[in-house]
């Protein structure tokens, strides 16, 4: 079965930056569109960013467009997520998956943005 194992989340302040990692195993990771999904409390997961198989097409959520950037290494099975100018809506838990997505999730890292 596919594994997906994210890193790089924490606490950051206000204006902050934060760069999420996503290892992914078990599937031919270069053939899938990928996309990064967060959950805050309360609150089902969504969308934030995505990408194409190859990496040359994006997209975004518009609350996160000019301040997340999503980007991908095929050659490492790996994708990547630069966060900048983090504000308190974008507290949450992080996950990555095929941007449609399987059923095994990996356990999402927390980024709480707070002073």
């Known amino acids: 079965q596919v594994q997906f194992v994210e890193s790089g989340g924490g606490l950051v302040q206000p204006g902050g930056s934060l760069r999420l990692s996503c290892a992914v195993s078990?599937?031919?990771?270069?053939?899938?569109?990928m996309a990064w999904y967060r959950q805050a409390p309360g609150k089902q997961r969504e969308l934030g960013a995505g990408i194409s198989s190859g990496g040359y097409r994006t997209n975004y959520r518009d609350s996160v467009k000019g301040r997340f950037t999503i980007s991908r290494d095929n050659a490492k099975n790996t994708m990547y997520l630069q966060m900048n100018s983090l504000n308190s809506e974008d507290t949450a838990v992080y996950y990555c998956n095929h941007q449609t997505p399987s059923d095994y999730w990996g356990r999402g890292p927390q980024v709480t943005v707070s002073s």
């Open positions: 078990g599937s031919i990771f270069a053939i899938y569109a």
